[in-house]
């Protein structure tokens, strides 16, 4: 019985793969349709959206949807701490961001600190 049950598991593990390559991906005007992280569509490398967006905790940040990105210098702000061990402060309009420099995510959002 279990040697059963490890050959169905084993099937039905082999089988995924072909069954979801076998589905076509959505097509648009001739460029292949992906999702971004963020929920906009996007065709080939453009993005569909220019539109800037408010940022929140656990969101993965991304520089082309800051307005006038930069990095900023904590110590020329009130109001900001010293960052973390492998975090930084980005600038996204007003906002001052915290940001982990390898996973992008935003770790803190200080909303129109930068005036």
Do not use: C
């Amino acid at each position: 019985m279990k040697k059963i049950i490890m050959g169905l598991v084993a099937a039905s593990i082999a089988t995924v793969p072909a069954v979801a390559s076998a589905a076509p991906a959505p097509q648009h005007r001739g460029h292949q349709v992906e999702r971004s992280y963020n929920g906009h569509q996007q065709f080939g490398r453009q993005y569909q959206s220019n539109q800037y967006r408010s940022w929140n905790r656990g969101d993965r940040f991304d520089s082309r949807y800051a307005r006038n990105y930069r990095q900023i210098d904590y110590r020329s702000y009130r109001g900001l701490r010293v960052p973390p061990r492998g975090y930084h402060y980005v600038q996204s309009g007003n906002d001052a961001l915290l940001v982990g420099i390898t996973s992008g995510i935003v770790a803190a959002v200080f909303a129109n600190i930068l005036n």
